[in-house]
C-alpha cells in the first residue's frame, strides 16, 4: 500500500501509538486534581506545551490545547470577533483557506461583518497590495493559511506580519495545520497573533491540536466551564493525546530537514513524469514539496482516484463526482482554473513515512492509469 | 392496554381451493420470519382465521410490523377473556377508554359458542350499558360509531377487539415466483421492487457496476437498498454484474449519442441470462414512461427488442412525484438521494437519443463482440444475499 494522502490525515507513528497507549493506562488523572496523580498528568501535559511553545519561538503559557484544527480555527476567529467587535466589523480573510476558516467567514458574513476575502494569482498566492488596499480602521482581524491544504502554496507569512504591525488593532491569525512541524515557524519574527495547528497533521493522534495566542491578547472563549487553559477552552485535557502530539512533534522535527530534501526530489520526479502526459496541468508547482496538485482535464478526480487505488496508490480530490452536483475544487476555481480543471484535480500529498518505493510506485501508476482511462474521456 | 392477541384478516375474494393453502402457508411463514426476534410470540391458524398471540409483548411494535407483510388486509388486536359477561363488561369499558378522544361507540357481538347463556341481542345492551353507566361522556351511536367494540363468544373464550388498522394488502411474498429487479442507486427501481414485492414475488435484483468510473459508495448504496427492501421481500438476492469493459467498449466503438440505449440492451441481455440461469421468470425496471430520454417509446422498443422475457414496468404510468411518495413511505428515498450515481457521467453522452431505432442499434453492436461481453460479465457476477 502506497499512502500518498498525508495533507488529509497521517499514519501515527508507533512511538506515538505507544505513549498514547502507556498514558491512557497509567497517567489517567485530571491534571487538575491536587493529588500526585493529577500532577504528574500536569507535569506531561506541561511538558508537551512547552516542546510546541518551543517549535513555535513561543511561551508556554501561549499555547491552548483544543481538539484539532477546526476547533483551534474556530476558537480563533470566533474569540477575536466575539470580543472585539465594537473596535470594528470588518475582518479579511482569503478565497483558498481551509473550510474551517472560510465557512466561519461566511456564516460571519451572514451574521453582519464586512468580509474581504483576498484573491489569489494562479500560483495561489495572494498579493500583499491588496491585503494592504483592503485595511480599514474597521479591520481587526486578518486569517490567512500558511501552507494550503489542496495545492501546497505558502503565503508570504512574514511579510504579512510586518505589514501588520502598522495596524496594532488587527489580530493576524495563521492556520499553520499544513506546515507546523514541517516548516519552522517563529511567531516572534513573523508576528504571528494567533496559530492553529493539529496533531494528526504529522503522525500524531486524531482529535488533539493547539491554538497559538500571543501573550497579553485577550480572546473570548468557545466553550464555558471548569475554566481551565486559562478560561479560554475550558474542558478536562486529553493528556494522553497531548503527550501523543508532543511525541509526534519531537519525531517530526527531526526528521524535517531530510524530509525537505527527499521530498523536493520526489515532488521533482513526479512533474517531471506528469509532464511526458498530455492533457495534464500542474496546480500551483512554486508550493511546498510534499503537496502536488494536478488536474488531469477531462477525467473527473474521483474516477482516477479510485483507479490509482487499484494500484494501491492512495491519493486525494476536492470534488465529488455526480451527474446532478459537481463539486469543483473552490481552490482551484480561486486560482483562475477552467471549470473542467477544478473537477479533476488530484493532490499527492506526503508525511514523514513515505518512502522512494512509494513515489516511483505512483509514478508507474500514474504513467498505467492515465493514459487508459483517457482513451474513455471526452475532450 | 394489555391486549394479548392479533386478529389477522387476509386474502383476495377470488383465492380459492389450493390457491387459498398455498397462500395461508406462505403468509403464515412470512410473518413468523417478520416477527422472529420475539421468541414467545406465536402465530396460530383456527378456523380460517390467523392469530399472532402475544403472550407478554406490547402489541404496538408488533402491529408495526405486520403493516409492512403483503398478504395482509387489516388486523386488530383484541383481549381473549374467559366467557363471562361480567369480565367482557370490565374488559369492553377498558377498551373504550383505552382510546381517548372517542365519545361515540357500538357493540356488536357473535356468539359462536351456542352454549354460551346469553343471547346475542342481549350481550350488546348489557356491555353498552355498563359503558354508558361509567363514562358520562360516552354515547352509543349505530350508524357512524368511532369505535366498534366487537365482542365473539367462542369455545376457546371470548374475544373483545380493538380498533381495526388497514395492512398493505397484496399477495404473499414468494407465492408469485421468482423475478428478476434491475436495481440503480435511483429512487424508481427500489419503488419498482416494492411494488413487485406486492404481488408475492420472490424478489432477486441485478446491478451493474462501473469500477472505478462508479464509486464503492454508488454500490453500496444498492447494497443498503437491497437491505431495506428485505423489510417486504424477507429475503433478496442481489447479483452485481462488472460492467466496465461493456462501458468502455460502446464508448469506442458506438455512436455516442446511441451510447445509453445500448448501454440498455447490454444490461437487458445480461440480466436476461441470469434470469434463465437462475429461474426467474420475468424483469422488473422502475421505468415511467417519458421521464428520461432512455424511456420514450421508442427507447423502450429498441430495449425491449433484445429478449422475450416479460419485462414488467409498475412505475409506467406514475408520475416522479407518486414514485417519490412511495419510495418515503417504504424508506429508500433518504438512501436514493445520496449523490452517488450508479452511472458515471463520463458516459453520458451530450444529447442522447430520444427515438433510437433497432436498425441502427443492431449496427452499431456488430462493431462488438456482445455474445462474449455478456458471458464475461456473467461469470464475472458477485452474489450478495440480504435477509431480515
Known amino acids: 500500500m502506497h499512502y500518498l494522502d498525508n495533507s488529509a490525515t497521517t499514519k501515527p507513528y508507533k512511538a506515538v501509538i505507544e505513549t498514547v497507549s502507556w498514558m491512557f493506562e497509567h497517567t489517567y488523572a485530571n491534571p487538575a486534581s491536587l493529588h500526585g496523580l493529577g500532577f504528574q498528568a500536569e507535569q506531561t501535559a506541561e511538558d508537551a506545551r512547552k516542546k510546541l511553545a518551543d517549535e513555535l519561538h513561543a511561551k508556554p503559557s501561549e499555547i491552548i490545547f483544543t481538539s484539532g484544527g477546526t476547533e483551534a480555527n474556530n476558537l480563533a476567529i470566533h474569540g477575536v470577533v466575539n470580543r472585539y467587535q465594537n473596535r470594528g466589523k470588518h475582518i479579511i480573510t482569503s478565497t483558498i483557506e481551509h473550510d474551517s476558516v472560510y465557512e466561519v467567514f461566511q456564516k460571519l458574513e451572514q451574521e453582519g461583518f464586512a468580509v474581504t476575502y483576498l484573491s489569489v494569482d494562479e500560483n495561489g498566492m495572494i498579493s500583499l497590495e491588496e491585503l494592504q488596499a483592503s485595511l480599514t ?8 493559511m500558511h501552507v494550503n491544504n489542496e495545492m501546497g502554496a505558502v503565503q508570504p507569512i512574514a511579510e504579512i506580519g510586518h505589514l501588520l504591525t502598522g495596524y496594532p488593532k488587527v489580530f493576524f491569525h495563521v492556520d499553520a495545520v499544513q506546515s507546523f512541524t514541517k516548516i519552522p515557524i517563529d511567531v516572534q519574527t ?10 494528526h497533521k504529522f503522525h500524531g493522534p486524531k482529535g488533539i491540536g493547539a491554538l497559538y495566542l500571543r501573550k497579553n491578547k485577550q480572546i473570548a472563549p468557545l466553550l464555558i466551564g471548569g475554566g481551565q487553559e486559562m ?5 478536562t485535557l486529553a493528556v494522553p493525546l497531548i503527550a501523543g502530539m508532543a511525541k509526534a512533534l519531537e519525531i517530526t522535527i527531526a526528521k524535517r530537514e531530510s524530509f525537505l530534501q527527499n521530498t523536493h526530489i520526489w515532488k521533482t520526479e513526479l512533474l517531471t513524469s506528469l509532464t511526458s502526459l498530455k492533457r495534464i496541468r500542474i496546480n500551483g508547482e512554486k508550493g511546498v514539496p510534499y503537496i502536488l496538485n494536478f488536474s488531469c482535464v477531462g477525467l473527473k478526480s474521483e474516477v482516477l482516484v479510485r483507479a490509482l487505488e487499484d494500484e494501491t496508490v492512495f491519493v486525494s480530490s476536492k470534488s465529488a463526482c455526480s451527474s446532478k452536483k459537481e463539486s469543483p475544487s473552490r481552490v482551484l476555481l480561486a486560482m483562475g482554473r477552467k471549470r473542467s480543471e477544478a473537477i479533476s484535480g488530484i493532490r499527492i500529498s506526503m508525511g514523514m513515512l513515505t518512502t522512494a518505493t512509494d513515489i516511483s510506485h505512483c509514478q508507474k501508476a500514474l504513467q498505467n492509469v492515465i493514459p487508459t482511462l483517457q482513451q474513455w474521456i471526452k475532450v | 392496554m394489555n391486549w394479548n392477541v392479533i386478529l389477522i384478516r387476509y386474502g383476495e375474494l377470488s383465492l380459492k381451493g389450493r390457491n387459498q393453502k398455498l397462500f395461508e402457508d406462505r403468509l403464515i411463514r412470512n410473518i413468523r420470519e417478520k416477527l422472529k426476534d420475539y421468541e414467545s410470540v406465536r402465530v396460530t391458524r383456527e378456523h380460517g382465521r390467523l392469530f399472532v398471540e402475544l403472550g407478554e409483548h406490547p402489541a404496538e411494535p408488533i402491529m408495526e410490523l405486520l403493516k409492512d407483510v403483503f398478504g395482509i388486509v387489516s388486523f386488530s388486536p383484541a383481549i381473549r377473556i374467559n366467557s363471562q359477561i361480567e369480565e367482557m363488561e370490565q374488559t369492553a369499558a377498558n377498551i373504550f377508554s383505552s382510546y381517548p378522544g372517542i365519545s361515540t361507540f357500538k357493540v356488536e357481538s357473535r356468539r359462536a359458542d351456542k352454549r354460551f347463556p346469553i343471547r346475542t341481542g342481549e350481550i350488546n345492551p348489557r356491555i353498552g350499558s355498563y359503558i354508558l353507566d361509567h363514562f358520562p361522556h360516552a354515547k352509543v351511536d349505530v350508524h357512524h360509531p368511532e369505535l366498534e367494540i366487537k365482542v365473539e363468544v367462542r369455545i376457546k373464550g371470548t374475544y373483545i377487539y380493538g380498533k381495526e388498522t388497514a395492512g398493505v394488502g397484496g399477495l404473499p411474498v ?28 420472490e424478489l432477486h435484483a441485478i446491478h451493474f457496476h462501473s469500477h472505478p468510473f462508479t464509486s464503492e459508495r454508488a454500490k453500496q448504496k444498492v447494497l443498503d437498498l437491497s437491505q431495506t427492501l428485505t423489510r417486504f421481500g424477507g429475503k433478496i438476492r442481489l447479483y452485481v454484474v462488472p460492467f466496465t469493459h461493456i462501458q468502455t467498449e460502446i464508448r469506442k466503438h458506438c455512436y455516442e449519442n446511441y451510447s445509453i440505449t445500448i448501454m440498455r440492451r447490454m444490461m437487458l441481455r445480461i440480466a436476461e441470462k441470469v434470469a434463465k440461469q437462475y429461474d426467474l421468470k420475468a424483469l422488473f425496471t422502475g421505468e415511467s414512461l417519458g421521464q428520461v430520454a432512455s424511456q420514450t417509446l421508442e427507447s423502450l422498443q429498441a430495449i425491449n427488442d433484445v429478449t422475450t422475457i416479460p419485462i414488467l414496468r409498475p412505475l409506467i404510468s406514475m408520475d416522479k412525484t407518486e414514485i417519490m411518495q412511495i419510495a418515503k413511505k417504504i424508506g429508500t428515498y433518504e438512501t436514493s438521494i445520496l449523490p452517488y450515481e450508479d452511472c458515471c457521467t463520463v458516459f453520458v453522452p451530450e444529447q442522447p437519443k430520444t427515438k433510437p431505432t433497432i436498425k441502427v442499434c443492431e449496427r452499431e453492436e456488430q462493431k462488438m463482440e456482445v455474445e462474449e461481453l455478456v458471458s464475461e460479465a456473467v461469470e464475472g457476477i458477485e452474489i450478495v444475499d440480504f435477509h431480515l
Request: proline share 2%; glycine share 16%; no cysteine.
Open chain 1, 190 to 199: 513573523m508576528k504571528i497573533d494567533l496559530l492553529s495547528v493539529s496533531a
Open chain 2, 174 to 201: 414468494g407465492t408469485s415466483g421468482k423475478v428478476l429487479l434491475m436495481l440503480s442507486g435511483g429512487i424508481d427501481s427500489p419503488v419498482a421492487g416494492y411494488l413487485a414485492l406486492k404481488r408475492g414475488v
Open chain 1, 231 to 235: 478560561g479560554i477552552r475550558s474542558g
Open chain 1, 137 to 144: 480602521n474597521e479591520t481587526i482581524l486578518v486569517s490567512v
